[in-house]
């Protein structure tokens, strides 16, 4: 994939990308935007471009593209938490590898991934870096939070933000990338935009039995009576809530836009959104009042049962669930 490629970014990263290679910006990009939505895909291609030796940058084939699509090349310095953060010896052993000189090519180039996972030691041993960089350094700092950074690494680094697509420039990616049109608009729809998260989960067959299996327990409510039998198939899957609850979410923010005469993401699924008989806005209040109630240690089955149970009884919007009053 080419930076040139890269839908909604392609026009500023190249733009970008000859900026740097002019001496014009900042020795230090920001990528933030929430998970999914490509910034550290961008991010490697715009590295991988600095450190190409090839002419349509990145290319992909030149040895020095190679090592880096491999990880052996020594110019090309990648810091991650392991654990749970970034430490300082870890910021310090980076420092000293950009005091060096460039094996390959005339920059170093730097990628810190979840840059936020810092510890405040190691931010500001960074910020000194930053504040008195070595050579012609290249760093990229990548975040969903950049809230957890100091503010004075944002203020020295140039920030380019990032949001998921629309549903439909998703599709397009993952048709680009040789998806099939149907599995391109379901994935799209079920990561409501995001890229990232739609290969994440074209890539697990067990989530679309679960998604299968979630709505479908929705569908068998017909009243309080039913709660218990549409409940057990959701109880069984334990280490699963997470996704559950992430799956009923998205059927909620759709059950409401059709409800309301909108669009849904999951577009594909419109007239199967349309024949449920369940309140779209009770249950999105259900599955944020059974996150809460995992979050203080109450066992999901309760907050399953309560969640379902709460969606047989009429709501302040007057629908039900009840069957026998369609």
Not at 10 to 22: F, H, T
Not at 183 to 204: K, M, N, P, T
Not at 214 to 220: A, D, L, N, Q, W
Request: glycine content about 12%.
């Amino acid at each position: 994939m080419k930076l040139s490629e890269f839908a909604g970014y392609g026009d500023k990263m190249e733009q970008l990308m000859r900026s740097v290679q002019a001496g014009r910006i900042v020795h230090a990009l920001l990528f933030t935007g929430p998970h999914g939505s490509g910034k550290r895909t961008v991010a490697r291609l715009f590295a991988q471009s600095l450190v190409c030796t090839g002419h349509d940058r990145p290319c992909g084939v030149c040895p020095a593209c190679k090592r880096f699509l491999n990880g052996t090349h020594p110019d090309v310095h990648v810091l991650r938490p392991e654990k749970k953060s970034i430490g300082v010896d870890e910021v310090r052993a980076l420092i000293d590898a950009l005091a060096l000189r460039p094996y390959e090519g005339g920059r170093h180039v730097a990628l810190i991934e979840q840059a936020d996972r810092m510890t405040p030691s190691a931010q500001n041993a960074m910020l000194k870096t930053l504040e008195s960089p070595v050579g012609d350094a290249m760093f990229f700092l990548i975040s969903d939070a950049p809230g957890g950074l100091l503010g004075t690494i944002v203020s020295r680094c140039q920030t380019v933000r990032f949001s998921d697509l629309s549903v439909q420039d998703c599709a397009a990616v993952l048709m680009r990338r040789g998806m099939e049109p149907g599995r391109a608009a379901l994935l799209a729809g079920a990561a409501q935009g995001s890229v990232g998260r739609a290969l994440e989960i074209d890539g697990d067959e067990e989530w679309f039995s679960l998604r299968e299996q979630v709505i479908r327990s929705i569908e068998s409510l017909k009243g309080p009576a039913t709660v218990a039998a549409a409940a057990v198939p959701l109880e069984d899957r334990k280490g699963g809530e997470g996704d559950i609850l992430d799956i009923m979410e998205l059927w909620a923010r759709d059950l409401m836009a059709v409800q309301s005469g909108g669009a849904p993401y999951q577009a594909a699924e419109k007239e199967r959104l349309g024949a449920c008989r369940v309140d779209g806005g009770l249950l999105l209040r259900g599955v944020v009042r059974a996150r809460k109630q995992l979050d203080s240690n109450v066992a999901w089955s309760g907050a399953l049962e309560q969640l379902y149970f709460g969606l047989t009884e009429a709501g302040n919007s007057g629908r039900t669930v009840l069957s026998w009053q369609r």
